[in-house]
């Protein structure tokens, strides 16, 4: 009978940086994609708001601000969920969810890094700068040989 072997530090501090760079990815999209569908989806009312007698415009902007925030929220915790469950399957020494996890990363600084959306390459925010060096960091663990031995390992 075999021992178990022990999760390495790196395969730990990569799940924990892992974890909370998705966590605030996610919120913060969240607020940002309810946001902007807030907004489209008040232009695209605004044509319906017209045909709303004026004590009933209000009702109908909140159904509208309530329905993007809804939706808003759902997205968010799903794709949330899913990769919460990658990583959570990547400290329990999965090799697919350790190349799905840097899959993840690559494609996230590949749009960070393209994005006309709030990223100016030029003079990125400080909260990119801080998600994009998280990311590195936790790629760079993964792939180091503690960490490479432990995904190697056979599975029980």
């Known amino acids: 009978m075999t ?30 994609f309810s946001a902007l569908h807030i907004v489209s989806s008040l232009i695209g009312a605004s044509d319906e708001v017209e045909t709303v007698p004026p004590g009933g415009r209000r009702e109908f902007i909140e159904d509208v ?52 959306h709030g990223v100016d390459l030029r003079s990125p925010s400080a909260f990119a700068l801080v998600t994009a060096l998280a990311n590195v960091v936790v790629v760079v663990l993964l792939y180091v040989p503690q960490s490479n031995r432990y995904f190697a390992r056979p599975k029980a």
């Open 3 to 32: 021992t178990p072997q022990p999760r390495p530090k790196t395969v730990e501090v990569a799940f924990w940086l892992s974890a909370g760079i998705a966590v605030v990815a996610f919120v913060v999209f969240g607020v940002v």
């Open 65 to 116: 601000m309530g329905g993007s925030i809804l939706l808003s929220l759902v997205v968010s915790v799903v794709v949330g969920g899913l990769v919460l469950t990658t990583v959570a399957m990547m400290r329990s020494g999965r090799n697919w969810a350790r190349v799905a996890v840097t899959v993840l990363i690559v494609a996230g600084l590949g749009w960070l890094a393209t994005s006309g």
